[in-house]
């Protein structure tokens, strides 16, 4: 089996493909024809978010592609998120969610971030004071919210819940209260960001990471980091086939994300690494976190606050 139809099975039993199309930062205009082309190459991943302010054309990449006779909505895994103005609403972030993609359902519903944001603030996805701070509701817990997203199983919208950008402190503080176990935390992930503790520590609750941002975002320097060059020529392969498939090699599923239709079949190829190059890049990744006094992160939160997850003051 080539590794690109590799899946990961999740604790509810379902299963996750190892590749999704990213669609953070992709253009409206661009992205219903990429999802559309991504279908067309095989991907059966796809990952969205209300915040992304794409989801109906998302929506429209997909059903084109049923239309079109490429894939059913069951042979697709499609993600979506639960914006931090939802939090308490999230029957209704769901549904807005539904809507915008034109589906009956998702098969992963995550909570995009820890933190809720008010609802009735400045704006209606990105609220601030009048400072400029983000309006974030410090009062209203994200426990709160997996409770109220733990009741939307058994509607079927839903085929299973997750979480996203939470460090182990919220882990540690949202685990003890959960009756559902997340069956997915979705972390900014790559050689200059293992975060191997979260990703150690979800593997033994049994929650599957699934990792964004593998090239480092746009612009980031890792693709051409001597050793990640040199255990891509090894093997024959690109830069970005040695990121993406180091996911692969750590049990986590990847998004790769793209518009353009060269770069969403180059991404498609996933290899097996040896331990070799696993060791090579975990060198690097240790050279890279002692040379900067740690690791590197290229996505931040939109609160205004230090980044990964909100520190509550
Ligand atoms: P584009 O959408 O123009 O292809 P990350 O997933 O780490 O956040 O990185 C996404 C960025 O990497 C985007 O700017 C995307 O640009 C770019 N990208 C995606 N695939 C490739 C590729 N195969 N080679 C080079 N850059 C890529």
Redesign the pocket.
């Known amino acids: 089996m080539p590794l690109t139809d590799k899946r990961f099975k999740l604790n509810t039993g379902a299963e996750i493909p190892a590749l999704g199309l990213?669609t953070?930062?992709?253009a409206p205009g661009e992205v219903q024809a990429a999802v559309t082309t991504a279908l067309r190459l095989g991907y059966r991943h796809i990952d969205g978010a209300l915040c992304y302010q794409n989801e109906s054309e998302v929506g429209a990449g997909i059903r084109d592609a049923i239309k079109e006779g490429i894939v059913k909505r069951e042979d697709i895994f499609v993600t979506t998120k639960l914006w931090c103005t939802y939090h308490t609403r999230v029957e209704e972030g769901l549904e807005e969610s539904l809507k915008n993609l034109g589906l009956d359902y998702v098969d992963l519903f995550l909570m995009h971030w820890p933190a809720a944001m008010n609802a009735n603030g400045s704006h209606p996805l990105f609220p601030k004071h009048p400072d400029g701070s983000r309006d974030i509701i410090w009062s209203h817990s994200h426990i709160t919210t997996w409770k109220s997203m733990e009741f939307l199983l058994p509607s079927g919208k839903v085929k299973a819940i997750g979480i996203s950008n939470y460090s182990l402190k919220y882990l540690e503080e949202l685990l003890p209260q959960a009756t559902v176990i997340p069956a997915v935390n979705q972390l900014e992930n790559?050689p200059q960001l293992p975060q191997q503790e979260i990703v150690d520590f979800c593997r033994e609750k049994g929650i599957h990471v699934t990792a964004?941002?593998?090239?480092?975002?746009?612009?980031?320097p890792l693709?051409s980091a001597d050793p990640v060059v040199e255990v891509a020529k090894k093997n024959g392969v690109?830069p970005?086939t040695v990121l993406l498939s180091w996911h692969t090699a750590r049990g986590s599923s990847v998004?790769?994300?793209?518009?353009?239709p060269a770069?969403i079949e180059?991404?498609k190829k996933l290899i097996a690494l040896d331990d070799a190059d696993l060791a090579a890049i975990d060198t690097y990744s240790k050279e890279n976190i002692a040379q900067n006094g740690g690791p590197t992160r290229?996505?931040y939160p939109p609160f205004g606050v230090p980044f990964g997850f909100p520190d509550k003051p």
Do not use: I, M
């Open positions: 990213g953070w930062q992709s790559h964004f941002s593998p090239l480092g975002s746009t612009g980031g693709l690109s970005v998004l790769a994300k793209s518009t353009n770069r180059a991404n290229y996505v």
